[in-house]
């Protein structure tokens, strides 16, 4: 009997009872409009199994109705604003008249292990002050002191504030990266974002939330 009941509660510690809180899987991603100030998002998810690697990417995803239509469908206007997005003026791109550029999402960023979960993550930021250095589309991303790398230990509170243009810094999957978290696979962990400042977006604007499986370490 002692046995069954020790089985019964390392299921219920690992959550495989199917009792326990539901997490989300990765990978996923939800709307969240983080353009106005004390806008929060958290949940609770499993690290993914990815024969790639355990690094875990958290990411703005910022889109346009204008995506839906035929590229020939498009005006002018939403071509331009599509790849201001994305690339800033890098490609030569213009922002459309009356939006207002230089604009950040200031967000207040708490990874929490739960469970059996480490807490000595490794953890890799962005510094998007860079993205005007090296060539092509993504070249920035490459260059020396784009990506910050920091080992939190075990006791240290897992949580950092991160500037993320509205304008540029998108990376090679089309989101503009918050995080890269190397987690241990099918542990689970709690997100929390939170939005600092307001942004103005132009009409038609949508923000998403995503964590996904990563295949490169960085």
């Known amino acids: 009997m002692r046995v069954i009941n020790l089985i019964f509660t390392l299921l219920i510690a690992l959550g495989l009872n199917g009792c326990t809180n539901e997490y989300m899987k990765v990978p996923f991603s939800v709307e969240v409009d983080f353009s106005k100030k ?6 609770d998810f499993k690290a993914p199994w990815n024969i ?5 990417a958290f990411s703005l995803v910022i889109t346009h109705v204008a995506q839906d239509k035929r590229y020939f469908s498009r005006t002018k206007e939403e071509e331009s604003l599509l790849r201001y997005i994305r690339f800033g003026n890098r490609l030569g791109t213009k922002l459309p ?3 207002k550029d230089n604009q950040y999402f200031k967000l207040k960023v708490t990874l929490t292990p739960l469970g059996w979960a480490s807490n000595e993550i490794r953890v890799h ?6 993205t005007n250095r090296g060539e092509g589309q993504f070249g920035w991303m490459y260059e020396d002191g784009t990506w910050t ?7 240290e509170k897992i949580e950092f504030i991160i500037d993320i243009p509205l304008y540029d810094g998108v990376g090679g999957r089309g989101g503009k990266y918050i995080m890269l978290a190397d987690l241990q696979r099918l542990r689970n962990y709690h997100i ?10 132009p009409e038609g ?3 998403r939330f995503a964590i996904e499986r990563h295949s490169r370490k960085h």
Request: charge should be negative; avoid cysteine; charged fraction near 35%.
């Open 205 to 207: 604007l949508k923000i």
């Open 97 to 99: 008249e009356g939006l």
């Open 38 to 43: 004390g806008t929060v998002y958290e949940t």
């Open 52 to 56: 790639w690697g355990s690094v875990v």
């Open 149 to 155: 790398r920091k080992m939190y230990q075990k006791d």
């Open 125 to 130: 930021t962005i510094d998007y002050s860079k």
């Open 192 to 201: 929390r974002v939170e939005s600092l400042e307001d942004v103005e977006l």
